[in-house]
């Protein structure tokens, strides 16, 4: 069975420009989480899903992020504008209710 | 902000020594969890210890926890150069259904 997918896996853009952040959850899990990585904070949980609803986006830093799962099988993490210090690795994961959560490869994203 | 904390943050080994790694937390919890983050790769999941066991195994692993002290352990026995990766434990709040990560150990286990 596939994994999390994530996509790209790479991303380098200029700061001010948009940037998305793709991910495909195994298929069936109930939830679905986001997650920024620096080595300053280490990981971060920045808002989750289940079945489809945001449940908690506590942890979005600021109004420039925004996240959607329009279905059960893909979600997208938004960054509008982008500034250099939302340079990180963002790793989607997901999982089944109480059940240890499955991380895809990340997106390692750099803003110039 | 951080719920676990790794203890030490950088661990060098050979193989076949054993590696033991510490992680202290706050708060009451529900389980706590161990993760495996390989360089340039997502976490994977090694083993979760709910708040009533005291100790599990799998494989070559070996979590402890001890509520009383808020702290966990995850030895792994006979390392291998394949071991080298970053171990992050990571909890379950008491009431919550989220994760809260260490910042983690990097272990080098060298031939």
């Known amino acids: 069975d596939a994994g999390v997918i994530q996509s790209p896996r790479h991303e380098v853009t200029e700061m001010g420009q948009e940037v998305t952040l793709r991910c495909k959850p195994i298929?069936?899990?109930?939830?679905l989480f986001w997650y920024r990585q620096t080595m300053m904070r280490g990981l971060e949980l920045l808002i989750y899903?289940?079945?489809?609803?945001?449940?908690?986006d506590s942890g979005m830093p600021e109004d420039r992020f925004s996240a959607k799962m329009p279905n059960a099988s893909f979600s997208t993490l938004k960054i509008q504008p982008s500034e250099p210090r939302d340079s990180a690795v963002y790793f989607c994961?997901?999982?089944?209710?109480?059940?240890?959560?499955?991380f895809g490869d990340g997106t390692r994203l750099s803003i110039l | 902000s951080q719920q676990g904390e790794e203890d030490p943050q950088a661990l060098s080994i050979q193989e076949g020594e054993n590696a033991t790694m510490n992680c202290s937390y706050k708060t009451s919890i529900n389980n706590l969890q161990w993760y495996r983050q390989n360089s340039g790769r997502g976490l994977v999941h090694l083993i979760l210890i709910r708040s009533n066991e005291r100790e599990k195994h799998s494989g070559r692993l070996r979590v402890t926890l001890d509520t009383s002290k808020k702290s966990s352990s995850l030895l792994i026995t006979a390392s291998r150069a394949a071991d080298t990766a970053s171990y992050f434990c990571?909890?379950?709040?008491?009431?919550?259904?989220?994760?809260?990560f260490g910042k983690g150990t990097m272990l080098l286990v060298s031939p």
């Open positions: 899903f289940n079945n489809n609803v945001p449940i908690d």
């Open positions: 994961a997901s999982s089944f209710p109480g059940r240890p959560q499955h």
């Open positions: 298929s069936g899990h109930d939830y």
């Open positions: 990571a909890t379950v709040p008491s009431g919550y259904s989220t994760l809260t």
